[in-house]
């Protein structure tokens, strides 16, 4: 939990206690202050509309086609709730567009990625470790470094210590999410989405030939990590 921060020529101190209510200082050169967001739904009439919010009172209620409770009414992104992603504002956009359409869609997505531009990159998709073990799941896990990955290597993407780590059901190998950390990360989002929407055990991303050089290859290498043959580590 952040505690606090003192400014000063040297840089930012920062002081913040861990779980066991320790406290910790560490000297930065910068911070950034996120407040959280909020669905803008102040202002337009909703009240009037007899638009119907969901149980928490925040967002517009819709149902699986994005369909508010008035006929003809559609909602899509962060007025609908969380993931409060882009990407999944766009998506449902789409959707909404072909059902207007005549086409029959549903929102069905079993990923939708979450990504954080920093530096380092961060992305998750799916279940981590501690949402797996919620969901009581018999799980095992497989993470490779980016310092043992050779296109990492010619990008310095391994002086974040970054890695990519796949969690998967034990009895049958399906994959349940990835996490990834690093440099170009980012990138890689893509086919831990891909995964994930088909189902992909990890077989089938090790019979897989990912091209040399590239950061891919450490999906690959996280995947053959996970069933205990991975080829660049031990």
Not at 17 to 28: A, Q, T, Y
Request: charge should be negative; hydrophobic fraction near 45%; aromatic fraction near 4%.
């Amino acid at each position: 939990m952040a505690k606090g921060a003192d400014v000063s020529d040297e840089g930012v101190t920062m002081k913040w206690s861990d779980k066991d209510g320790e406290e910790h200082s560490l000297v930065v050169d910068s911070v950034l202050v996120t407040v959280g967001r909020k669905p803008n739904t102040q202002g337009w009439g909703l009240e009037e509309m007899g638009l119907r919010m969901n149980d928490s009172g925040r967002f517009i209620a819709i149902d699986g086609q994005c369909k508010t409770n008035m006929p003809g009414v559609y909602a899509i992104g962060d007025v609908t709730g969380d993931p409060m992603l882009a990407h999944r504002a766009s998506a449902q956009g789409e959707m909404v567009a072909e059902i207007i359409a005549g086409h029959n869609r549903v929102w069905d997505k079993v990923a939708i990625p979450a990504i954080v531009f920093t530096e380092p990159e961060i992305v998750s998709v799916g279940m981590t470790p501690d949402e797996a073990k919620e969901a009581n799941e018999n799980f095992m896990v497989g993470k490779f470094p980016l310092a043992a990955n050779g296109r990492a290597l010619t990008l310095e993407a391994e002086k974040t210590n970054g890695f990519v780590r796949v969690i998967a059901r034990e009895s049958d190998h399906v994959i349940l999410g990835i996490q990834a950390v690093g440099s170009h990360v980012a990138e890689l989002s893509g086919e831990f989405v891909l995964a994930l929407e088909m189902g992909a055990v990890l077989e089938d991303i090790a019979a897989t030939v990912h091209a040399h050089p590239t950061m891919t290859e450490s999906f690959h290498e996280s995947v053959l990590k996970t069933l205990g043959h991975a080829i660049h580590i031990s």
